[in-house]
């Protein structure tokens, strides 16, 4: 009876297969661009295979020929997403318009230029609006992971991780995986199979990775950023800005197991002991100059979607294109974007412009600052320093750094260190950079009696010889 069983349940299956895979066969041919409708379609009957209970080698190979079926269906999307362009091409397009931001034509609805050495914004359209971000959150998943998680670690692959759908690794049920392979075939492959299996193995669920990565966005000050889910599909509630983004690649950035992974166009993995080689979705690495990173992304709220990171020189910057129609375009946009911030920028030291403008001051000033009653007449000052050293500011703008400092001439005794005694209002072009609080270097005590007796001793003894 348990032999007929097993054989209607193989017959079923190869059924199964046969319908399955030649009704989506037509779908894909007839309806590749409404790919959301056959991701969630394979979604669901992924998950049904998922948890299938049956153990049989026999049964097993059953369930991966389904599982193959679907992967060529789910992967429209990373079709969508590493949708081969020529970078070179479209680069040398770009190169011959013109770099004059009132000429700089953009087909996305969001585009954001940041400078990483003064966390400015050098450019911005539409930068600090709320967006639906696709793979672009992985960035901060790949944060949360790295800050909580051993990276020599081996993940068992869940049927929700498996059953995963969009832009996959390819991971199935039971696979194991390590840490750093997963967050490799996060950032590379842009795996939501694998970003769900890492929100799993450390949050517990999803949305207790969801509630960590949220902590995090608190913490780093994103108060434009939400998270509900650990990949970027579409979700209510899921957003953030291009700027916050840009924030966010900057601070993964400075981890150096992040950047490492990022700068790579092709990494090998081991998925139960065996090796494959996956390639980087972001095609604009070993193509454009001074490119080493950060994150591609695709779904039908977002757009495409492209956060990258360049350095030339000095000037590192970080770009942000969301909601671009196609891949072309939001690579041109890219381009466009790097071209204009090295084209109009140059990295100036902003820290010896104002120490040497404050000293100036100090020269014809400090002495001026009168303590009323002290056991010293004058106060010694110390200025806040700047949040960063240097900063990228427009070539045309060099030489327009300046330093406006108000200050109190008259003090009444006793004066307390880092007592405030005026400001220094950093500008540039007329635009405020900062303004430095000036204080106090020490404590300036009131005089007592003593103090002056001992003046008058003083005032005699000068007087007498």
């Known amino acids: 009876m348990r032999n007929k069983s097993g054989i209607i349940y193989k017959i079923l299956i190869v059924l199964f297969i046969f319908t399955f895979s030649f009704s989506n066969a ?9 790919n959301g409708i056959t991701i969630n ?40 997403e590493t949708e081969e362009v020529d970078v070179r091409e479209i680069q040398e397009e770009v190169l011959a318009t013109s770099s004059n931001v009132e000429e700089m034509e953009l087909n996305s609805r969001i585009a954001l230029i940041y400078d990483r050495a003064s966390g400015r914004i050098l450019y911005e359209k539409n930068g600090n609006k709320q967006t639906p971000m696709a793979s672009t959150t992985k960035i901060m998943t790949a944060i949360v992971v790295l800050e909580n998680a051993n990276l020599k670690d081996t993940v068992t692959i869940t049927s929700k991780a498996a059953g995963t759908g969009g832009s996959r690794l390819g991971l199935k049920k039971d696979d194991k995986i390590t840490v750093n392979d997963l967050l490799y075939g996060l950032m590379l492959r842009s795996g939501n199979d694998a970003a769900v299996a890492l929100a799993i193995h450390i949050g517990g669920s999803i949305e207790g990775f969801a509630q960590m990565m949220n902590d995090k966005a608190k913490e780093m000050g994103l108060t434009n950023s939400h998270f509900v889910v650990p990949h970027g599909l579409d979700n209510e509630g899921h957003y953030t800005t291009a700027y916050e983004l840009a924030k966010m690649a900057d601070y993964a950035l400075n981890v150096a197991k992040f950047k490492e992974i990022v700068s790579c166009q092709t990494a090998t993995i081991y998925i139960n002991g065996y090796a494959k080689v996956i ?9 454009v100059s001074g490119v080493y990173g950060v994150k591609t992304g695709f779904t039908n709220g977002a757009g495409r979607c492209l956060v990258s990171s360049c350095k030339r020189d000095d000037l590192d910057i970080i770009t942000v294109i ?15 974007l790097i071209q204009y911030a090295y084209e109009n920028f140059e990295i100036i030291n902003i820290k010896e412009i104002v120490d040497r403008k404050l000293e100036q001051w100090l020269d014809v000033n400090q002495g001026r600052i009168y303590v009323n009653k002290g056991i010293k007449n004058n106060v010694e000052l110390l200025l806040d320093e700047l949040d960063f050293e240097t900063m990228a500011v427009k070539k045309t703008d060099v030489d327009k750094v300046e330093i406006e400092v108000n200050s109190i001439f008259y003090l009444e005794a006793p004066v307390s ?3 405030v005694i005026g400001n220094a209002k950093v500008t540039l072009n007329g635009e405020v950079i900062d303004i430095l609080q000036m204080c106090a270097k020490e404590e300036i005590r009131k005089k007592e009696m003593q103090d002056y007796l001992v003046e008058f001793m003083l005032l005699i003894k000068s007087i007498t010889g």
């Open 26 to 34: 037509i779908i894909i041919a007839s309806n590749r661009k409404k």
């Open 41 to 80: 379609l394979a979604l669901k009957n992924r998950i049904k295979i998922a948890n299938l209970t049956e153990t049989s080698e026999e049964i097993k190979n059953e369930q991966n020929l389904i599982y193959t079926n679907l992967e060529k269906i789910e992967n429209i999307e990373l079709e969508e």
């Open 279 to 287: 390639n980087n979705t972001n095609q604009l690495l070993g193509s």
């Open 322 to 336: 969301i909601g671009a129609d196609t891949t072309k375009m939001r690579t041109a946009d890219t381009i466009k």
């Open 417 to 419: 260190k880092n007592q």
